[in-house]
């Protein structure tokens, strides 16, 4: 018993020349709608892996931008205490001449040591400020403003 095959070659190699174009077609598609020319590794890999390099540089990039920005703030935060600081210790420096006029009664005198007390208190409490957990200042001791006596 011998058997037959019949086969249509040209119908065979259409059919293959058909699905080949598909599968081209399929891909310029894809191209096209993404928007990327590389959509999947097979595509080209050396561009992959430049793309991937170039990305992976731009996360490293956009880590260094928000952590310039939070530099930048602390500085601008510390800055404007310092300049408040500047403008206490004018004021205290005022009040000890003030409370040196040999015309002022002791209640006037009793004023200014008051009021520079509590300017040293602000003093202080402005040098013990913390940026997001970090003191601005040293290592959590602060700046000693003042120095150690209450009065002038």
Known sequence: ?????????????????????????????????????????ADDAGGLA????????ISRLAGVEKNISNAKSYLQVQDGILS????????????KSLSQDVLKNSSDIESYNTEFRNLQVQLHQMSET???GVSLFGQGTGIAFGGGSSNM
Do not use: C, Y
């Not at 430049?50 to 540089?57: E, H, P, R, Y």
């Open 130 to 132: 913390k940026f997001n």
């Open 84 to 95: 408040s600081a500047s403008k206490i210790v004018d004021r205290m420096a005022e009040l």
């Open 50 to 57: 430049v793309a991937l390099k170039l990305k992976g540089s």
């Open 1 to 41: 018993m011998s058997i037959n095959i019949n086969t249509n070659t040209a119908a065979a190699r259409a059919s293959f020349q058909l699905s080949k174009n598909n599968a081209a077609l399929q891909k310029s598609l894809n191209r096209l709608s993404s928007g990327n020319r590389i959509v999947n590794p």
